[in-house]
Structure formats: C-alpha cells, structure tokens
C-alpha cells in the first residue's frame, strides 16, 4: 500500500526576483533526489513530494530501503547514487549514517556528478557544513538539515513532521531556502552555528535516546519486581513526568533523590546489585546529577542533601572496586 502525499500547511509561496546564478534563484519547486532511503529520508522525500517539490529519483540498496521507496515514494524510480546526484538539479538530499557522509560526500565530489550552485544537503545532527567541504569545493552549495525527531521510516512518521524543529546550518546566502524547505516540511528552524553541530546533537541523543533506554531499564526492572504489564504502569507516570520537566524544567523534580531521602535510596542500589547490577551504575550516575540539579535549584537544601550524596559515593565506591 503506497502513502497518498499529504498538503503541508503554512508553506511561503512565490519567491523573490533575483539575478541569475544565485542560490535564491532556484525554482519555487525544486528538482530533488535522495541518496539513503532509510527511516530519515523516504520520509523527508515523501514529505517533499508533498509541499510540490519533483522528487526524480531515490537511492537505496537494502530490501528495506527498496520497501520504503515503494511505500513512499510510489512514483520515483529507484536509481544509482550516481544516477540520482545527476538528475537531483536543484536539490541533492543526502540522508545516509553518520560515519558514512563523509565517504559519500566525497565519492560524490570526486565522480564529477555534482554541478555548481547545487545544494547538497545532508539530515545528520552530528555534522555541520564541514563534512560537505568535497562538494563545496567543485561548486556545490553546502545546507545541513537535521530534524529533532524520531522516524520510524512509515507513513505514520509524516502526520508528526508538523512542528518539528530542525537543526539547520547554512551559509548566509543559503538561509533564506533553508528556511523555506523547512517551512515546505512543516517544521521550524532552529539555527546552529558549526561548532556547535556536536553539542546540538549530544543534547538530542542524551534526552530521546538514552530516555529509550531508560525506559526500557524501569520496565525490565519493574518485571523483576512481578509487574506483568510494565507499560501500563509507566505510561502515565513518565507522561506525566515529562510534561510537567518540558512545562517546568527542575522544578519537576520529585522523588527521594529530591527530597534527600538516603535510606531509601540506599535500598534502592542494595536491590539493584542484588537483582541487575548492570543498572546500579547508571542509576547511581543518575541520582548524582538529580541531586546536583535540585540543590542548584533549591528544591534540596545542601544539608539535607549531605547523607543522600554520602550513599551515591560509598555505592559508587563498591561498585567500581
């Protein structure tokens, strides 16, 4: 079953008259290809699609890219890398794993596929403009595009796109079609400068995907504990927890660490290296900066805080020993 484009809202139309040769001249629809049809891409080319962008053809080489191309993207034909960097005039959206960028860009660059004023985007966080120096340097216009959400690489993932933010790096002559794309797919921009490309990616991967794993800790604990059905007792607590940290950051906190609560914390890691001492470091990795966070915060008077922080470091102490 093929994915029907949906309208985007909200997207600018008409454009500005300006000289020719310049990035801003480019049409209001643009000429696009995608290399890398994974979870990231066929959505984003999907997405394209959508907002009336020619999306001419998309690379991938896995059964799974194959099976998304066909899901998403029903009428792009599925080409060569090569063959998609050539018939991508406008747009060149490069959406492949981080380690592997560097090595495409540059195969890019060198196979003579790319032409001047092309934009060459790619969707990682941890890259900025950098990592596209090959194709900057044969006349390619360089855009990193990243977008602050989780793709499951289904249809599903473009009703979520509406709102999300997107961590965009651009030289100046570039901002004003970056900005538009992001309009065109529904999201935001949120400008990061290229130093900061790694911190701006560390602080997505430290709160959605260690949250994955954090969540799945507290269910796999909670089936040791005899709880059938972890999920259905999680859900409305963390759902709770994490509106209430996004509407009030620390003054969210709750629970023993918060209120300095040792004996009860100290059961807590007793247990924990009882029953899976693999958790005990990261529970007590957490409970450190929980403390931290609420003394900064004055939800845990330093005082009180004394035999709680006491209890983190002797556990700590026999954990590593």
């Keep these: 079953m093929s994915a029907s484009p949906r309208p985007r809202p909200g997207a600018p139309t008409g454009a500005a008259v300006v000289p020719p040769g310049t990035v801003s001249s480019l049409p209001r ?10 979870r990231v891409g066929a959505v984003l080319g999907a997405a394209l699609t959508a907002a009336g962008h020619r999306v001419v053809g998309a690379a991938g080489v896995s059964s799974a890219s ?4 066909a899901r998403l993207l029903p009428d792009v034909p599925r080409r060569p890398v090569l063959a998609v960097a ?3 005039t406008d747009l060149l959206l490069v959406a492949v794993p981080d380690d592997a960028l560097a090595a495409v860009v540059t195969g890019l660059a060198e196979s ?3 032409r001047p004023g092309q934009v060459v985007a790619h969707t990682s966080g941890a890259h900025g403009l950098g990592v596209l120096a090959p194709a900057a340097e044969v006349g390619a216009r360089p855009l990193a595009l990243h977008p602050a959400m989780t793709f499951t690489g289904t249809p599903d993932d473009l009703d979520r796109l509406p709102g999300v933010s997107y961590g965009v790096t651009a030289l100046p002559e570039l901002r004003a079609l970056a900005a538009r794309l992001v309009a065109d797919l529904g999201g935001v921009p949120e400008w990061i400068a290229e130093p900061d490309r790694p911190l701006y990616h560390a602080a997505l991967a430290h709160g959605a995907n260690h949250l994955v794993t954090l969540v799945n800790e507290a269910a796999d604990r909670l089936r040791d504990a005899g709880v059938d059905e972890p999920a259905r007792v999680l859900a409305p607590l963390l759902r ?3 509106e209430n940290a996004l509407r ?7 629970g023993p660490v918060s209120r300095g609560d040792a004996g009860t914390v100290a059961r807590h890691v007793e247990r924990l290296a009882a029953t899976a001492p693999d958790s005990v470091g990261a529970y007590l990795a957490l409970a450190r900066r929980t403390a931290d966070r609420a003394i900064a915060a004055g939800r845990l008077r330093p005082v009180d805080a004394e035999s709680l922080l006491g209890v983190l470091a002797g556990a700590r102490r026999e954990a590593v020993a």
Excluded: E, Q, S, Y
Excluded at 248 to 254: E, M, N, R, S
């Design 86 to 88: 050539r018939a991508a």
């Design 66 to 69: 194959t099976a998304r191309i």
């Design 240 to 242: 709770a927890a994490l």
């Design 112 to 114: 003579g596929v790319l």
């Design 248 to 254: 009030l950051g620390d003054d969210a906190l709750t």
């Design 29 to 38: 629809h643009l000429t696009v290809g995608v290399i890398g049809a994974g």
